[in-house]
């Protein structure tokens, strides 16, 4: 059997590894940051129904402009965005991927912040584009002078950030934002893929898109309204970022499945959002009982909590898998990762990670 080595692939891919989470079954799913809650049943028949009359016309190409949906997304966005704004995708990373398709390509570079979410740099090698990195302060934040410090050093076509970050769930400051995109010719791309799970009125970068064409907003179905498997991610930006997405997507890259499936969801946002609370009670109280347990803990805007202290962050992955619990070794040295899931599910992780133990006060 030949292997990957033999083939012919492009020089910049050889040696990379793929997009890897475990993926086991386990009684308790705590590993990437899916929304563990069911959708509400009678939303879900909604949904179905939409589905099957999707079916009906399925012979047919679906709407390549997905207006509707680009209506939905706009409605649901906010912040005076109409669906001239709005791109949409099979999931945010395939809306990343068209942006570094249209923005990015050999002889560019996008400059990202790790660590943060590795499908950033996995996109970049994907399509050709050269990724360089910028430092985080000591708390995982970025400081408008140390964005302005990378861009000038860099030089980048396309700048990544992370907002609430993943892995680390640190917020970013607006101000660090307007900075970036002041001090550079390019696209500047706000992953906020978490946005939902932030406090109450911490505030969106969708409040700066006006006037700043090169500003890119992303964000996903996937996490707030528990629609990981329908993958649907979307962007807002100015109108005529949405017409550089056309010039590199694929024909009718959306199914009328994805569309019908999409729309029933927006319209009932206020249900399909109904465990946004929940979850972020979860977090915080992640936030709580995890210090009491002997482990430190970062503060958190998303729905998960990156936790310190760990002696042997593989030997508690393994030892909790084992209780058939599953959660995150990242490669941070002494960190482990959880999602926020249910009230029961975070129990059963509190519960079995205190019979584990192995944590330590402080790391030498």
């Known amino acids: 059997m030949t292997s990957l080595a033999e083939l012919p692939i492009r020089d910049n891919l050889r040696g990379l590894t793929p997009y890897g989470a475990p993926q086991k079954r386990v009684r308790v799913a705590l590993n990437v ?41 706009a409605a649901y966005a906010g912040h005076g965005t109409t669906r001239e704004n709005i791109w949409a995708a099979n999931g945010s990373n395939e809306v990343l991927q068209h942006i570094l398709q249209a923005f990015g390509g050999p002889g560019r570079k996008v400059l990202g912040f790790p660590p943060t979410y590795s499908m950033h740099s996995i996109i970049a090698a994907s399509t ?37 970050n993943n892995p680390t769930g640190t917020p970013m400051a607006l101000e660090t934002i307007t900075a970036a995109y002041d001090a550079t010719d390019g696209i500047v791309v706000v992953d906020e893929a978490y946005a939902e799970f932030a406090p109450t009125g911490e505030p969106t970068a969708l409040t700066l898109l006006a006037g700043r064409p090169r500003l890119i907003i992303s964000r996903t179905m996937s996490k707030a309204f528990a629609f990981a498997g329908a993958r649907v991610g979307y962007l807002v930006a100015d109108p005529a970022v949405t017409d550089a997405m056309r010039l590199v997507r694929l024909p009718y890259h959306l199914s009328a499945l994805t569309q019908a499936a999409a729309i029933a969801a927006l319209a009932h946002t206020g249900e399909m959002l109904s465990m946004v609370d929940d979850i972020k009670a979860q977090r915080d109280r992640l936030l709580v009982e995890l210090p009491k347990l002997g482990y430190t803990v970062w503060p958190s805007s998303a729905n998960f909590v990156l936790f310190g202290g760990v002696a042997s962050p593989h030997g508690v992955f393994e030892a909790l898998l084992e209780r058939d619990i599953i959660i995150r070794d990242l490669g941070i040295p002494h960190h482990l990762r959880v999602t926020a899931g249910t009230e029961e599910e975070t129990t059963l992780f509190l519960e079995a990670l205190a019979e584990v133990g192995g944590a330590v006060s402080s790391i030498d």
């Open 33 to 73: 940051n899916e929304n563990t809650h069911p959708i509400p049943e009678a939303v879900a028949h909604d949904i179905v129904t939409s589905l099957a009359a999707a079916i009906l016309g399925i012979n047919r190409y679906p709407d390549r402009e997905f207006t509707t949906l680009r209506e939905s997304l």
């Open 128 to 164: 050709h584009t050269e990724w360089v990195t910028g430092e985080r302060a000591a708390d995982y934040d970025i400081s408008p002078e140390a964005a302005i410090a990378a861009i000038e050093e860099h030089k980048p076509d396309v700048i990544f950030f992370c907002a609430p």
